[in-house]
């Protein structure tokens, strides 16, 4: 939000200067982000009258000008093509400073010159001019430039966030500065207009719930090439508006100055009443800005017997814009519901300053004044009869009263402020309340739409008591150790793990593609987000593969031909009780498993590699069963158990996707629960054994479908004491081994803590495992 200090000013001017004011504003919520001079420091510049012009003796392009300063007629050379009789311009006299420039007397081609007839340019109010600057016939003669075009003014410009939309005008600042320094406001006299034309245009709202005030009346008889006044075309100027015509001007202003936004229509161009509705889907509307859209079912219209004439809160279109021929005006002021406004703009491409209004909330308490407002300013301006108000309301938003609690206040803050005090600062900013018992119920006023809740009046009473007098206090805490388990252990040393091993850390959306979900995780209904940031974010991941996977094809395409990534991230799913959110490491290896060097021969990785890593993460042995996914290859898919609970996945990519993702590699990817590796066991004293382990090596002849793990996980379910560890260390197919059958040899290592263990116990464990793999499996000792 821009605009001049001098408008500001003339609504509410506390004792404050410039730097003050934007100071206080900033400390009040209302972020200076600019504060520049309207026009750089200079004096002895004064309204001047060309009396007389003659062509200099010595030079074709230069004139001698007879200039009149006031009682005084000065002799000025003068350069400017336009330096002619009768013109009124700014003259520097001898001893000013202007930007750059010192004038003194001086003799230009032998000819004396007392002064300079000065541009926009030389006063560094305008970046570039055409010749000096040409003021209107009725300028003063003598009287200071400065005071003449109000340029002992400043701009400012304002950082809103986006609650403070009732900032987004004049009236809306002056407001808060009242709030702020207690000074008094002065408000634009608004009065209803004198009733002097019968003509009138019916309105129909068709669409109460998106519009429920639109206010509108004929002008007739106006003067639409009507001058815009010079203190008018300064304001809009200054306020990053530039001005156009009259008529526009005038709603310009009132959009500045009392935060309405406005339109004015060619009344002649209307083609029957008025009616506010949801347009047709398929219509066409051409606007303002010579670009024609086609509308949608939801975008709101105003439309005549022909159709829609404009894109109401956005832009109004350009077959019924006024022109210098308009002769009559329908004038329209209506308040539409944010709700219904926001994105409407940006969808099409548009960003208005009437838009960025609406769809941040407008005053609907002040829709008809703003009519008022600017029936007065077009009739002092361009003349005319205004016709009779046709209004037409539905249900009006209420604004419900909030409590706030004296003590919950104090707790927020942390300062001492009085009820006394609060009952002050909410009087200052408007509200209206009662107190009892230390709360206050407190109704604000209709241009403050962001007052919905108890912290929003905290707020208020922490911005006008001074964020700068809240004092900055050290915090007092505790320093006390946070629990940390035993049993647990922190995702940093996950993290530390991981890049040990040599792999790399990546961060990717949590929002991906929905046929990544149904491509790697089988997922044809994940959770869809209602209003994803591009097509390809749409819903929530319920596995972090495919963001690893992208990472992968990003850095081959550049050509790296070794990855190794790895993510700690949440992943979600629909539960019974709502939705999920689990913590995951997910893994993935590709190309070599060293970097390329002269010591060691190049290995791709393999699936044993990746396992490797997986099982170096757990504290407590994990084992793993065969088990299909979707995004596996069939034959190279595990699930991860810990225990009896499946708390992962490991395995090939399968060769769909790799073709698909165009590896020429294999690709190997894990994924578990990063709780389960996260657990361990709570260490406990067990007696070292002093006395020689006994190792016997068990080789078994099998069916091809029996799994090692699942001998060795029913041995060791035996319990017996003295069994210490039983491993596999072979196996082997082919000549000896009957066909469908395979060898495993185990190695069994015994121990007593007691004593050396003798023949006779080692080969009763032995007969042990022996009779168990034979009556589970049907193995025989080979």
Known sequence: MQFSEQWLRSMVNPSLDTAQLGHALTMAGLEVEELTPVAPAFSHVVVAEILEAAKHPDADRLQVCKVKVGEEVLQIVCGASNARVGIKIPCALVGAELPGIQIKQAKVRGVESFGMLCSAKELGIAPEANGILELPADAPVGQDIREYLDLNDSTYTLKLTPNRADCLSILGIARDVVAMTGAPITTPEIAAATISSKLTKAVSLNAAEACPAYYGRVIEGVNAQANTPDWMVRRLERSGIRSISALVDITNYVLLELGQPMHAFDHALLQGDVAVRFANAGEKLALLNDTEVTLKADDLVIADGNGPVALAGVMGGKPTSVTDATQAIFLESAFFTPDVMAGKARRL????????????????????????????????????????????????????????????????????????????????????????????????????????????????????????????????????????????????????????????????????????????????????????????????????????????????????????????????????????????????????????????????????????????????????????????????????????????????????????????????????????????????????????????????????????????????????????????????????VPENKKSLAFLVLMQDTCKTMVDEEVDTIVARILNNWSSKFAASLR
Request: net charge negative; glycine share 8%; with cysteine.
């Open 349 to 736: 491409g548009l960003s208005t300053d009437s838009s960025y209004r609406f769809e941040r909330g407008v005053d609907f308490g002040n829709t008809l004044n703003a009519l008022e407002r600017a029936t007065a300013l077009v009739l002092e301006i361009c003349g005319g009869q205004a016709g009779a108000v046709t209004a037409v309301t539905a249900q009006l938003p209420v604004r419900k009263q909030v409590a706030l609690r004296h003590a919950y206040l104090l707790s927020i803050l942390g300062i001492d402020v009085s009820l006394a005090q609060v009952g002050q600062l909410l009087t200052q900013l408007g509200f209206v309340y009662t107190e009892a018992n230390g709360v206050f119920n407190v109704s604000a006023p209709s241009f403050r739409f962001d007052i919905a809740r108890e912290e929003d009046l905290i707020e208020e009473v922490a911005r006008l008591h001074g964020y700068e007098h809240i004092p900055a206090l050290t915090p007092v805490a505790s320093q006390g150790m946070l629990v940390a388990p035993e049993a647990t252990r922190s995702k940093h040393w996950l993290r530390d793990v991981m890049v040990n091993n040599g792999y790399q850390e990546v961060v990717t959306y949590s929002f991906v593609d929905a046929s990544w979900e149904r491509d790697l995780y089988g997922n044809s209904q994940p959770i869809a987000l209602k209003n994803p940031i591009a097509s390809n974010l749409s819903v929530m991941r319920s596995g972090l593969w495919g963001g690893l996977l992208d990472a992968l094809d990003y850095n081959l395409k550049r050509q790296q031909t070794r990855a190794m990534l790895f993510e700690l991230g949440a992943r979600y799913e629909k539960g019974a009780q709502g939705f999920v959110e689990t913590l995951t490491l997910s893994g993935l290896v590709y190309g070599s498993v060293q970097p390329e060097q002269w010591a060691a021969e190049a290995r791709a990785f393999d699936f044993y590699d990746a396992k490797a890593h997986v099982e170096a993460l757990f504290a407590q042995p994990v084992h793993f069963a065969v088990e299909q996914h979707p995004a596996l290859h069939p034959g190279q898919s595990a699930r991860i158990y810990l225990g009896d609970k499946a708390v992962g996945w490991l395995g090939k990519l399968h060769p769909q996707w790799q073709q698909q993702y165009g590896l020429t590699s294999a690709c190997y990817l894990f994924e578990l629960d990063a709780d389960a590796a996260l657990a361990t066991q709570v260490p406990a004293y067990s007696e070292v054994s002093k006395f020689l382990p006994v190792r016997r090596d068990l080789a078994m002849v099998v069916e091809q479908s029996v799994s090692a793990q699942a001998m060795i996980d029913a041995v060791m379910n035996e319990n017996i004491s003295q069994l210490k560890q039983v491993k596999l260390f072979d196996v082997y197919h082919g000549k000896g």
